[in-house]
């Protein structure tokens, strides 16, 4: 009876989790498409870019921890959050990068 429970909440933390992680997605791709629809297709680069670079860093800090938190509750779907957090990663150091050599990036200033 007891290996039952425990399963049982087991299960309830992965359904938990994988709704989190639905909603945490959904805020990622939430956060680049709503930019896109505000504003004229000839400025949706640069705001992307700009977005990504600011408030984006937020979505992409709590992306990272939700996936790092799946690799430990959802133990069936690893594939998929070692790739969401190579996702994670890069874009983080793409902004470091970016930040680093601001003055560089002709895709910002020009």
């Not at 087991?10 to 709503?34: H, Q």
């Not at 504003?39 to 640069?46: A, E, G, Q, R």
């Not at 992409?60 to 779907?77: E, H, K, P, T, W």
């Not at 070692?82 to 470091?96: D, E, G, Q």
């Amino acid at each position: 009876m007891r290996e039952d429970n425990a399963s049982a909440a087991d299960e309830r933390w992965i359904k938990t989790y994988r709704w989190f992680f639905y909603l945490s997605l959904a805020e990622v791709i939430l956060f680049f498409v709503v930019p896109a629809l505000g504003f004229p297709i000839d400025y949706v680069p640069y705001v992307l870019a700009i977005a990504a670079l600011t408030l984006g860093l937020l979505v992409a800090v709590f992306f990272l921890i939700v996936n790092l938190c799946g690799i430990l509750i959802d133990r069936s779907r690893r594939r998929l959050h070692l790739m969401m957090i190579a996702f994670s990663t890069t874009w983080l150091l793409w902004a470091v990068v970016t930040w680093s050599y601001i003055e560089h990036m002709g895709y910002l200033l020009g």
